[in-house]
């Protein structure tokens, strides 16, 4: 009896080291640590909070056209915004890897969101590969589009992965239904995995022709294969009903001279300018300048997002 006794306060003693150990590490990264459950089988477990607090892995895609502007707002991106996607692609006719049947215009980046979307599946999200990157998140901007990464981390940590997850700035039109705008599309891994499985099994919506045929409604497509397949936009604004992700840039959504499009209005379901129109938690902007993007960095003060000269970049 004594010696089984002691056989179990030495694997006690054992597992009260192991944590002090991950303790004393997880201080000297600066991250924050909270002791998990203990299972007394000798396996160290995690509460649902500890997982819901862990930071999502997310890879990056800029559709971009392989000309002097593309390249400059790239270059702008990788030195500004981009640097915090753990893996950032640029997608166009030259990038490594991918599949190239489309034609590089503006009419026909449905087809070439759809190779892009495949390449992205391919390289950190498929599990039959051995040799693959895995994320949680895959997110998908344009060349004008302004990422602000803090807010983006904090809110994809509330969402699971491993469920399909669809996330930006949701329109709604008459016909088409229930879209999310181009200006940042955020997939979970799982959503791009049924996503990718659609195009393989005989799905019409989510067939390379059907999505081409939408030309440079792009977002539109992956909406009607996604909805094919039983996946739907997330409410992504905040409390108040102000939005996270917008379609315009800081400038427009606050003037009182510059209308906003009869389009917009007609599918937002947040149609407000001013106060109200965009969330302290915002994540993106649209139609943003070559120069912002290079230089500058969007803050939000006296209930108003705006430009500030950013000090690195």
Sequence with gaps: MKR??????????????????????????????????????GKLTRTAVDVARTRPIVACWVLRTNTPDGLARSFAISRGWGKSCDYLE??????????????????????????????MHDKYVNISQTDTTMVDFVLKADVDTYIIWENALTFLRR???????????????????????????????????SLYEATRTGSIACSRKDFASHKQAEDVALAHCLKEVGIYPQNTRDA????????????????????????????????????????????????????ELAEKTPVFKDGVWSWTQRKEY
């Design 4 to 41: 089984t006794c002691d056989k179990r306060c030495f694997r006690r003693a054992v597992q009260i080291l192991f944590l002090s150990a991950v303790t004393v590490v997880s201080c000297a990264r600066g991250t924050s640590f909270r002791p998990a459950r203990l299972d007394f089988s």
């Design 90 to 119: 640029f997608i166009d006719d030259a990038t490594p890897g991918i599949e190239v049947d489309w034609v590089e215009k503006y009419e026909d980046i449905s087809a070439k969101s759809y190779r892009a979307w495949e390449f």
């Design 159 to 193: 969402f699971d992965s491993a469920l399909p997850h669809y996330i930006g700035r949701e329109l709604v039109d008459p016909r088409d239904g229930a879209f999310v705008a181009g200006t940042a599309i955020i997939l979970s891994k799982q959503a791009l995995r």
């Design 240 to 291: 108040s009903g102000a939005e996270r992700f917008m379609v315009f840039n800081p400038q427009k959504m606050y003037s009182e001279d510059d209308p906003l499009p009869r389009w917009y209005i007609k599918r937002s379901l947040n149609t407000k300018r001013g106060a109200g129109c965009c969330s302290v938690e915002a994540i993106a902007f649209h139609y943003v300048s070559a120069e």
